[in-house]
């Protein structure tokens, strides 16, 4: 895969399908993101592997900060 950006629109809908329970490969084949893009954003959010943040509701920079802080 050649390192294309991903979307917000697309890390949410990566988000959901994590706290629906979907699996990492799963989520990798049906939106085309290598699964470590889907570990680094998973991991971002919570330390523990679960998202329990409400995504939907953010906007994409507040959503870009929180993907981005330590």
Same mark, same amino acid.
């Given at each position: 895969?050649?390192?294309?950006? =991903?979307?917000? $629109?697309? /890390?949410?809908?990566?988000?959901? *399908? +994590?706290?629906?329970?979907? !699996?990492?490969?799963?989520?990798?084949?049906?939106?085309? =993101?290598?699964? $470590?893009? /889907?570990?680094?954003?998973?991991? *971002? +959010?919570?330390?523990?592997? !679960?998202?329990?943040?409400?995504?939907?509701?953010?906007?994409?920079?507040?959503?870009?900060?929180?993907?981005?802080?330590?």
């Amino acid at each position: 895969m050649a390192n294309k950006p =991903v979307t917000m $629109n697309r /890390i949410r809908l990566i988000i959901q *399908s +994590l706290n629906q329970g979907e !699996s990492i490969m799963e989520i990798s084949r049906k939106y085309c =993101v290598s699964r $470590n893009t /889907i570990k680094k954003h998973r991991n *971002s +959010l919570s330390l523990d592997g !679960s998202v329990t943040a409400p995504i939907t509701g953010l906007s994409d920079e507040q959503l870009s900060d929180q993907l981005q802080s330590p």
